[in-house]
């Protein structure tokens, strides 16, 4: 099969034949499909990180397809809508035309042993019918539900509280007209999006074949496109969803032979996520609000009212949901007071997240008396099933009872820390005076600490290959572990704060001592659960020598604002931090005249500093656009590649899966190395666990995180091989520690370092 791979991407292959005569291969392109090919002949696990401008989907589409001629199926995930979106409606439609003319049906098809023979040539064709059959997958919360729609129209004035919400549905009902395939994606914004809970498809309240609407159902059609399709896309998230349930054998998405993962450094925290359990107070308020609200005595449960034989048992349902109401809100304003005030940390540990929260150490922290509230509503909406006169109104009330009963659980696995390998926390964010009175949104948490374990049980050992790629997954080149073996073995590398020590005398007994192994997907392979896989690198076809310039701004701050601070009369503070790096960022945006994306590892930083720049580059002629401030992520990005001249300030999600070409951005200011805060309870866990097994937390998690990291945010500035422009770091530590020289040694080869005193 690997031959066949070389075969479609030489010059004058079936590819030339979509992308035209100036098709010329791309070696690393080549290898990886190679490589993806033969994991899949021989349902082994790859890793596999491939540079900018590879064209990685290619690398692992054409193998796919090669398998789906076969009779196999193969399911892609992603993590962007965007590239979900290429993938569907661009790279598979060209590529699927390529495959099904080079290999026309012959015999009985792809039942045959034998691998399919090649045919450049584009005449031919197949027998008719499509053996590569392409579907996007999604959720079944995305359907809009056309019976559910119904019933919403024709009890709006019991179900929604204000006119807001009412016009919302409208649009619904408008848009319901004209859409294709029924899916949010297409929707208009709403006004107040919570009306969308009340006409979207959901399991709980399906009728089936019963429906009245089940043959215009635009996600039975889904499913049933589904079940017949053999090139599956869908997000990590659904795939991730799909395979926690699996364990409890109702795994919704069809058997496949092999899993590609895009994007696959994002698989950690996806996968953590859908393993663990969360429990927003929000949730909880929206199930029992949309059933019944004190205040306007709209609601499910008011309207039922008309259709149900004993009034009376109705009554009674609604104030058990207002009564539980009552109870949501002192659950989660108790969870908050065990959090206060700060320096008393009772059952919570030390750090915070946003106005509030941090770990909980210990079970039974605080009273749950939600779960039982819950448990007793959705007892009571059963009971209720009985009592009503229509099929749909039967169903209606399990899909409530199943999420007060869900809400009920969650209560009582997150109070009681019943599931194991798990670290629990209370996240709180909003009003950063929420002491004050401000509001707050509360979230109770738990992910496992180590999910390598449950990938590697769950994912790895399953009975289909696995490919897991992206451009950011290794902690170095493997050019840099080669050069550096000897090196390596005999270094330690520690954090800034115990490099002192480790210089000036051997470390105590008690230091632990972290050995960096050669593997440069060591970090990757342990914290994944994929041990054992083959790796491979490939590096970019770009000439970062040439393109690219890394520039560290080692510039202290200015001597007569600080000069209190450095002669030791007060401590620097947060605020005198943010002054320096605004006017480090003015400089560097004046020497590119713009085109600039600054990126930092605090949201709170963030908006200081925009506050700082915003007018005095804005009379420069430099428009300012800062995450959580300016707009939504795609209408930032839209604004900034229609000005050159425009600076663009972004956090964790502009790291990463942003692409803008051209002279549009020419500058990417990385603010400060982004390591993880040391008091987020997650990484408190990790740290901990490590330490406990006598490793150092710092070399074995913190610094491999950090560094992938870095190259995603240094990975922002080159796409094309007309790019070019300059990185600027303004964290000294990338020269002047020692465990700077391993984000160098992470970089592209050919990247100019120089440094700006």
């Keep these: ?95 699927r035309e390529m495959m099904e003319k080079a290999y026309p049906r012959v015999g009985n098809g792809p039942s045959q042993k034998a691998e399919p023979t090649p045919n450049p040539l584009p005449q031919g064709g197949g027998s008719g019918e499509d053996r590569i059959k392409p579907v996007l997958v999604k959720g079944r919360g995305n359907y809009v539900s056309i019976r559910r729609l119904k019933q919403a129209s024709e009890r709006q004035d019991k179900l929604f509280n204000d006119a807001a919400a009412r016009r919302s549905l409208h649009v619904i009902e408008d848009w319901a007209q004209h859409t294709l395939d029924g899916t949010m994606s297409t929707l208009p914004a709403l006004e107040r999006m919570g009306v969308w809970d009340k006409v979207q498809s959901d399991s709980g309240n399906c009728m089936g074949r019963k429906c009245p609407t089940f043959d215009r159902c635009f996600y039975q059609s889904a499913r049933a496109e589904l079940e017949g399709a053999n090139l599956l896309i869908c997000n990590h998230a659904l795939f991730f969803s799909d395979l926690a349930l699996r364990v409890q054998d109702v795994g919704f998405l069809p058997r496949y032979q092999h899993v590609v993962l895009d994007e696959a450094h994002n698989v950690e925290d996806v996968a953590s996520e859908h393993f663990g359990r969360s429990l927003a107070e929000g949730r909880v308020m929206h199930l029992l609000t949309t059933l019944c609200h004190p205040r306007t005595g709209k609601g499910y449960l008011p309207n039922l009212m008309l259709y149900a034989s004993d009034p009376e048992a109705v009554e009674r349902a609604m104030q058990i949901a207002i009564r539980a109401q009552d109870i949501c809100r002192g659950f989660f304003e108790n969870v908050l007071r065990a959090t206060k005030p700060a320096g008393d940390q009772g059952a919570f540990g030390a750090g915070t997240i946003g106005g509030g929260g941090g770990r909980i150490r210990r079970s039974g922290a605080f009273e749950n008396n939600l779960s039982e509230a819950c448990a007793v509503l959705a007892q009571r909406l059963n009971t209720l099933k009985e009592l009503v006169k229509t099929d749909a109104d039967r169903f209606e009330l399990n899909g409530y009872a199943e999420r007060a009963k869900m809400i009920a659980d969650d209560a009582r696995v997150l109070v009681d820390q019943s599931q194991p390998g798990c670290a629990y926390w209370v996240e709180a964010t909003g009003d950063e005076d929420w002491g004050g009175g401000g509001f707050q949104k509360v979230t109770l948490a738990c992910a496992p600490v180590e999910v390598g374990p449950l990938l590697k049980e769950r994912l790895f050992s399953g009975d289909f290959s696995v490919v897991l790629t992206s451009a950011t997954l290794a902690t170095k080149t493997v050019e840099a572990a080669k050069a550096s073996t000897k090196k390596v073995e005999e270094r330690r590398f520690v954090p800034d704060e115990e490099m002192a020590v480790a210089e000036s005398a051997p470390p105590p007994p008690q230091l632990p001592r972290f050995v960096q192994k050669q593997d440069a997907f060591a970090h990757a392979m342990k914290r994944l659960g994929a041990e054992g896989a083959r790796t491979m690198q490939v590096g970019s076809p770009f000439d970062y020598a040439k393109q690219v310039e890394l520039m560290v701004d080692l510039t202290p701050p200015d001597v007569d604002e600080f000069a209190e601070a450095i002669a030791g009369e007060r ?187």
């Design 571 to 757: 401590r620097r503070t947060w605020a005198d931090d943010a002054a320096h790096v605004a006017r480090r960022v003015i400089h560097h945006v004046k020497e590119t005249d713009g085109g600039a994306f600054v990126l930092f590892t605090s949201l709170a930083t963030l908006r200081a500093v925009a506050k700082l720049i915003r007018e005095p580059l804005g009379a420069l002629g430099h428009p300012v656009m800062a995450q959580t401030v300016d707009g939504s992520r795609t209408a930032m990005l839209e604004q900034f590649r229609k000005d050159e001249r425009s600076v663009l300030l972004g956090a964790a999600s502009f790291w990463q899966g942003v692409d803008v070409r051209g002279r549009g951005l020419r500058n990417v200011i990385i603010t400060k190395l982004p390591f993880d805060p040391p008091d987020r309870p997650l990484t408190q866990a990790r740290h901990e666990l490590i330490e406990a097994r006598g490793g150092n937390s710092f070399g074995e998690d913190s610094l491999p995180r950090a560094i992938i990291r870095f190259k995603q945010g240094f990975g922002r500035l080159i796409r094309s091989a007309e790019d070019k422009g300059r990185v600027v770091v303004l964290d000294p530590r990338l020269v002047r520690s020692g465990y700077g020289k391993q984000f160098l040694a992470s970089l592209p080869p050919g990247v100019r370092v120089t440094t700006l005193e």
């Design 1 to 95: 099969m690997t031959e066949e791979v070389r075969s479609i991407l030489s010059a004058g292959g079936p590819i030339s034949t979509v992308l035209g005569s100036g098709y010329e291969p791309r070696q690393q392109q080549v290898e990886m499909a190679e490589a993806v090919a033969r994991a899949m002949a021989e349902k082994t696990h790859l890793l596999a990180e491939a540079g900018t401008g590879v064209g990685k989907s290619f690398a692992y589409l054409i193998p796919a397809m090669l398998r789906c001629l076969r009779g196999e199926t193969v399911l892609i995930a992603t993590n962007t809508i965007a590239l979900q979106e290429q993938l569907i409606l661009k790279d598979v439609p060209l590529l």
